[in-house]
């Protein structure tokens, strides 16, 4: 079936626009999930969703990031006054609520990213 | 110290021999461990996952994991020049849903 899909999956931005980064999880997966991946290092958690609920925005870096997902599927990234700090690999994760003799699954399955530049 | 430790390498091993790509973590808590294999340029791709202690085995990887000493691992079999990629460990606590990821470490596989 169809995987999870980033648009788009490059951006380049100049310094204190607005930049929106959507992101299509595979269908059925209720828990979606944003990191941040800087060149060199692993992706760092940003927000994470149950169907529209925002569980968790412990990662976003600061009150320029914001995130939606009002219909509990497509989720926005919304970053404000793009600064070059935030040039890095946004990546959206969805995973599925499985369970198998009373253990539920976590594993996460990654979209193809969106190359975030600002110049 | 972060979370979960990896060294960054690189490791390179002959075709055909066995790489070993290790993890620490340093929370007790966390219940899962989550192998993601990543080429340059591309998103992490899921290899394999392990919750209980010792050895899971998928096709050419096994996942070992050991609780008491914070230690995770990955043995890739009869390496390929397919397998050169970056290796993330993640680890998963349970009471936040996300993944922690450590830098990853990059595997040579040579001819």
């Known amino acids: 079936g169809a995987g999870v899909s980033q648009s788009p999956r490059y951006k380049v931005a100049k310094r204190g626009q607005d930049v929106a980064l959507r992101c299509d999880p595979i269908s059925g997966h209720v828990s979606l999930f944003w990191y941040q991946q800087a060149l060199g290092q692993g992706p760092e958690f940003l927000t994470y969703?149950?169907?529209?609920?925002?569980?968790?925005k412990s990662g976003l870096p600061s009150d320029r990031f914001f995130a939606e997902r009002p219909e509990g599927s497509v989720s926005t990234l919304k970053i404000q006054r793009t600064q070059q700090e935030d040039s890095a690999v946004y990546l959206c994760?969805?995973?599925?609520?499985?369970?198998?003799?009373?253990?539920?699954?976590?594993?996460?399955?990654f979209g193809p990213g969106t190359r975030l530049t600002v110049t | 110290q972060k979370e979960v430790e990896q060294n960054s390498g690189p490791l390179s091993v002959p075709e055909g021999a066995i790489a070993s790509l290790n993890c620490t973590y340093s929370d007790r808590g966390s219940q899962s461990f989550f192998w993601y294999r990543q080429y340059s340029g591309k998103s992490p791709e899921l290899i394999m996952f392990?919750?209980?202690?010792g050895d899971k085995e998928d096709g050419r990887f096994t996942a070992q994991l050991n609780k008491a000493s914070q230690y995770v691992s990955l043995l890739i079999r009869d390496s390929q020049p397919s397998d050169s990629a970056t290796y993330l460990c993640a680890g998963f606590t349970g009471t936040a849903s996300k993944l922690t990821f450590g830098t990853g470490t990059r595997l040579q596989v040579t001819l």
């Open positions: 994760a969805s995973r599925p609520t499985r369970t198998s003799g009373g253990k539920s699954s976590y594993e996460q399955y």
């Open positions: 969703f149950q169907n529209e609920a925002q569980l968790d």
């Open positions: 392990i919750y209980s202690n």
